[in-house]
């Protein structure tokens, strides 16, 4: 079992800034962030793994940035330029051959 715990949601104007932040409960190979926006399906934003290889959405690549903290057991996403189709409940993922496990969820509204 892995525990996770995100941070770092909140309310930005359109084209800021927001990072969040995950911390897992022990190391685990694939990392990575989704989001739900009301009344859509969950969907990928990105992953990363234990060696840094990362895989985005084409709707956040370019604006959005993941990257990891293996000693922390640490995954962190960057947005910016944010945007008003960004808005969601961000979970945080965390996979390994036979489950795969989420976060709380953390809101991220945009909004000027």
């Known amino acids: 079992q892995v525990h996770l715990v995100e941070s770092g949601g909140g309310l930005v104007q359109p084209g800021g800034s927001l990072r969040l932040s995950c911390a897992a409960s022990?190391?685990?190979?694939?990392m990575g962030w989704y989001r739900q926006a009301p009344g859509k399906q969950r969907e990928l934003v990105g992953t990363?793994?234990?060696?840094?290889?990362?895989n985005y959405a084409d709707s956040v690549k370019g604006r959005f940035t993941i990257s990891r903290d293996n000693a922390k057991n640490s995954v962190y996403l960057q947005m910016n330029s944010l945007k008003p189709e960004d808005p969601a409940v961000y979970y945080c993922?965390?996979?390994?051959?036979?489950?795969?496990?989420w976060g709380q969820g953390t809101q991220v509204t945009v909004s000027s």
């Open positions: 993922m965390a996979r390994e051959e036979l489950a795969s496990y």
């Open positions: 022990r190391s685990i190979f694939t």
């Open positions: 990363i793994t234990s060696g840094g290889s990362t």
